[in-house]
């Protein structure tokens, strides 16, 4: 497709349970960023990936929380034994290098028994 | 600790008038984002600012750029239902490419009434 693709839409679990969050960029660019929503917090910063590597992992809330991209395109947010403070919705979004617009996915939205 | 803060966080508006929205930031920055989201969808471009005295527009909405204040304005002009939204403002943060990130403002919803 022509936008950023993330799945699953909505994922609801235990508390406890570990959940994967997958997002595929738009093609062709280079740069991957995960942004989490919440009534509480706003719109917060996670990480930011160039190619595959992640330059600034420093909004990552604990080492609960990992990511990944391979490819240069597809990444996968994992967040282990999860908190009902995780629930939210998770933002991916792409821009062409760092620095140019990002283009935002239509999130997942997590929620945490 | 950098800052972003948005005023006023809720507006609500009669169709046809004007008003504006402040986005106040904390630390320097060479770009500023204006971003609108609809209930439960993704968050849309409006307008990227580029320098100071940086002004776009598009359609009902003017988005002006202060460096020097660190300010950003977003001007509704002659507001119609459609334009009910959320509007965040980010600060786009770069330190020589050990980072690259959005710095979101708290929002402001914006309610157009008939």
């Known amino acids: 497709g022509a936008g950023v693709s993330q799945s699953p839409s909505n994922k609801v679990t235990e508390k406890g349970k570990d959940v994967e969050l997958r997002c595929d960029p738009i093609?062709?660019?280079?740069?991957l960023y995960w942004y989490r929503q919440s009534l509480g917090q706003g719109l917060e910063f996670l990480i930011y990936?160039?190619?595959?590597?992640?330059?600034?992992k420093s909004g990552l809330p604990s080492d609960r929380f990992s990511a990944e991209r391979t490819g240069g395109s597809v990444s996968t947010l994992t967040i282990q034994r999860t908190q009902q403070e995780d629930s939210a919705v998770y933002l991916c979004a792409s821009s062409l290098r760092g620095g140019n617009i990002q283009y935002f996915g239509a999130g997942t939205r997590l929620s945490v028994l | 600790e950098l800052k972003v803060e948005q005023n006023p966080l809720f507006l609500s508006m009669q169709e046809g008038k004007n008003y504006t929205i402040y986005c106040n930031y904390s630390t320097t920055s060479d770009r500023l984002y204006w971003y609108r989201q609809d209930p439960g969808k993704s968050l849309e471009s409006l307008f990227v600012l580029l320098s100071n005295g940086a002004v776009k527009q598009e359609g009902r909405l003017m988005a002006s750029l202060d460096t020097k204040a660190r300010l950003s304005t977003l001007h509704i002009t002659a507001a119609v239902h459609d334009l009910s939204a959320t509007y965040f403002c980010?600060?786009?943060?770069?330190?020589?490419?050990?980072?690259?990130?959005?710095?979101f403002g708290t929002g402001t919803l914006l309610a157009v009434q008939p």
């Open positions: 980010a600060v786009f943060l770069d330190y020589g490419g050990a980072t690259n990130k959005l710095i």
């Open positions: 990936f160039q190619g595959n590597s992640a330059p600034d």
């Open positions: 093609s062709g660019h280079t740069a």
